[in-house]
């Protein structure tokens, strides 16, 4: 594994960790406007890296299927879908403004589980960007190193966001601002995990990368639907999130295009 790679691979981490650190410079909490636009933003870069950087390799890559090219792409989308549907059971977790905690019913401080609720979507994000890594090391002629890393650049993007929201209102629920800076951190580092790990996967079972491929989108779809497009949608005034997708959506479009 190249250091190249390794940067690639970390960097989404570190736009978790930038945007964690703002909870050590801003004095007040975001307010809900503003997190609703953050998170449409992180959405609609999802949603484009699911399509244009996972789902539609995945179908290049099986062309030789013929008209069932799409057969890889669906299973291994539905593979993801029903693995986050799982993790979601599983793993107790609050999201944002949520009312009620989601998974089993444990005694653990709201604060631990909204970290969770992030770390949650952050193991598919990471999953994407060791796979599409896994590609480029295989020397796919689809997938290229340029192309994981303009995903990688696309994801530490909207991870930054993602690092404010989780560690400003951890701040405003009396946590300091150290803390809740630490906390942030911990729900980005299983980004960098989850890649290593599929890197390592993945490079043992090539063959199978249109389904690796598609299995990453299937979870971030989860995620975007199950999560994000609801809190971005939530109150009045949701057209806010309507547009902030629309600009994270084409901000990764063209990230993919013009580095892929």
Same mark, same amino acid.
């Given at each position: 594994?190249?250091?190249?790679?390794?940067?690639?691979?970390?960097?989404? +981490?570190?736009?978790?960790?930038?945007?964690?650190?703002?909870?050590? *410079?801003?004095?007040?909490?975001?307010?809900?406007?503003?997190?609703?636009?953050?998170?449409?933003?992180?959405?609609?870069?999802?949603?484009?890296?699911?399509?244009?950087?996972?789902?539609?390799?995945?179908?290049?890559?099986?062309?030789?299927? &013929?008209?069932?090219? +799409?057969?890889?792409?669906?299973?291994? /989308?539905?593979?993801?879908?029903?693995?986050?549907? /799982?993790?979601?059971?599983?793993?107790?977790?609050?999201?944002?403004?949520?009312?009620?905690?989601?998974?089993? =019913?444990?005694?653990? =401080?709201?604060?631990?589980?909204?970290?969770?609720?992030?770390?949650?979507? @952050?193991?598919?994000?990471?999953?994407?960007?060791?796979?599409?890594?896994?590609? &480029?090391?295989?020397? @796919?002629?689809? !997938? $290229?190193?340029?192309?994981?890393?303009?995903?990688?650049?696309?994801?530490?993007?909207?991870? /930054?966001?993602?690092?404010?929201?989780?560690?400003?209102?951890?701040?405003?629920?009396?946590? =300091?601002?150290?803390?809740? *800076?630490?906390?942030?951190?911990?729900?980005?580092?299983?980004?960098?995990?989850?890649?290593? *790990? $599929?890197?390592?996967?993945?490079?043992?079972?090539?063959?199978?990368?249109?389904?690796?491929?598609?299995?990453?989108?299937?979870?971030?779809?989860?995620?975007?639907?199950?999560?994000? !497009?609801?809190?971005?949608?939530?109150?009045?005034?949701? @057209?806010?999130?309507?547009?902030?997708?629309?600009?994270? *959506?084409?901000?990764?479009?063209?990230?993919?295009?013009?580095?892929?």
């Amino acid at each position: 594994m190249t250091g190249g790679v390794i940067w690639g691979v970390l960097i989404p +981490f570190f736009g978790t960790a930038l945007g964690a650190a703002c909870v050590l *410079f801003i004095k007040e909490n975001l307010n809900i406007a503003l997190q609703r636009a953050l998170t449409g933003f992180a959405a609609g870069v999802m949603v484009a890296a699911s399509i244009w950087s996972l789902l539609i390799p995945a179908m290049e890559q099986s062309a030789d299927m &013929g008209q069932w090219a +799409f057969v890889p792409a669906v299973a291994g /989308f539905w593979l993801g879908i029903l693995f986050l549907l /799982f993790l979601d059971r599983l793993i107790p977790h609050l999201h944002q403004n949520g009312g009620e905690p989601e998974g089993p =019913k444990v005694a653990l =401080k709201r604060t631990t589980m909204l970290v969770l609720a992030v770390t949650l979507h @952050n193991i598919p994000e990471g999953m994407a960007v060791g796979v599409m890594f896994a590609g &480029g090391l295989a020397g @796919n002629s689809i !997938i $290229t190193l340029t192309g994981a890393m303009a995903l990688s650049i696309g994801i530490a993007i909207q991870n /930054f966001p993602e690092g404010a929201i989780i560690s400003m209102p951890l701040k405003a629920e009396g946590m =300091k601002k150290s803390s809740a *800076f630490l906390y942030g951190i911990f729900s980005g580092i299983v980004e960098p995990i989850a890649a290593l *790990f $599929t890197i390592l996967a993945a490079r043992m079972v090539v063959p199978i990368l249109p389904y690796l491929l598609s299995f990453a989108a299937g979870a971030m779809i989860y995620v975007v639907v199950e999560e994000l !497009i609801p809190e971005m949608s939530a109150g009045r005034h949701s @057209n806010l999130g309507t547009m902030s997708f629309a600009l994270g *959506f084409t901000v990764m479009l063209t990230l993919d295009v013009a580095l892929g």
